[in-house]
């Protein structure tokens, strides 16, 4: 199962909105709406953001919003803070019933 | 509050066997599926397995298929890891993830486990 494709890097200034998107195939993203977005800061676990494309968990900020058409899922962060330099992960359920994540995206805050 | 907290990990030589640990508390683990997912030091996380809740299903990804088993004690409220044959590949932080329908709501702090003669 190849990784799902992530931009390495994406940058923005506080304030600004910004979109990571996250490419697979019809076996994956394309076939199911189980696709979910998770932030890493260094050194941590990472942390449910987005799951079911779109549904927020409690306590993440609304400034995170996620999104799908075709074979390519996405996530938007609005309002950009410094906080939410991190890496960040797309990953989606499979055909084959496994799981697969993204190559993940390093997003800064300039 | 719910906590993951996985043990195990440490230095094993290329071919060796090490067992990982994820004692859960604060849910019943007995009623989820549960996962392992591993990150390499500075690259990308890859999921390796996951168990339902009556062990009656597993499932692993094709790099540790035949190498690693999953298994639980509900009882104990835990999840285990069987690493064998380990390579110089498997060196990495693993997670004991929680499943919820397609996603992985609760991962635990990791355990590092290095693979190095």
């Known amino acids: 199962q190849s990784a799902l494709t992530q931009p390495a890097s994406v940058s923005g200034s506080p304030g600004q909105s910004i979109t990571i998107s996250c490419t697979g195939t019809?076996?994956?993203?394309?076939?199911?709406?189980?696709v979910s977005w998770y932030q890493q800061h260094p050194g941590k676990a990472p942390k449910l953001m987005i799951y079911?494309?779109?549904d927020r968990p409690s306590g993440v900020s609304y400034r995170f919003s996620g999104s799908k058409s075709g074979n390519t899922a996405s996530l938007t962060i609005s309002g950009l803070q410094a906080e939410d330099e991190a890496d960040y992960y797309c990953?989606?359920?499979?055909?084959?019933?496994?799981?697969?994540f993204g190559t993940g995206t390093k997003v800064t805050v300039l | 509050e719910v906590q993951l907290v996985e043990s195990g990990g440490g230095l094993v030589q290329p071919g060796g066997s090490l067992t990982l640990s994820c004692a859960a508390s604060?849910?019943?683990?007995?009623?989820?599926?549960v996962h392992w997912v591993r990150q390499v030091p500075g690259k990308g996380l890859v999921w390796v397995s996951r168990?339902?809740?009556?062990?009656?299903?597993?499932t692993y990804a094709d790099s540790v298929r035949g190498r690693f088993t999953i298994s639980r004690d509900n009882a104990k409220n835990t999840l285990y890891l069987q690493l064998n044959s380990l390579r110089a590949e498997d060196t990495a932080v693993y997670y004991c993830?929680?499943?919820?329908?397609?996603?992985?709501?609760?991962w635990g702090q990791g355990t590092l486990v290095t693979v190095s003669s």
């Open positions: 993830v929680k499943d919820h329908t397609g996603y992985h709501d609760y």
């Open positions: 604060g849910l019943a683990l007995s009623t989820y599926w």
């Open positions: 168990i339902n809740p009556e062990s009656t299903t597993t």
């Open positions: 019809s076996s994956d993203v394309g076939g199911y709406n189980y």
């Open positions: 079911n494309v779109y």
């Open positions: 990953s989606s359920y499979t055909s084959t019933s496994t799981y697969v």
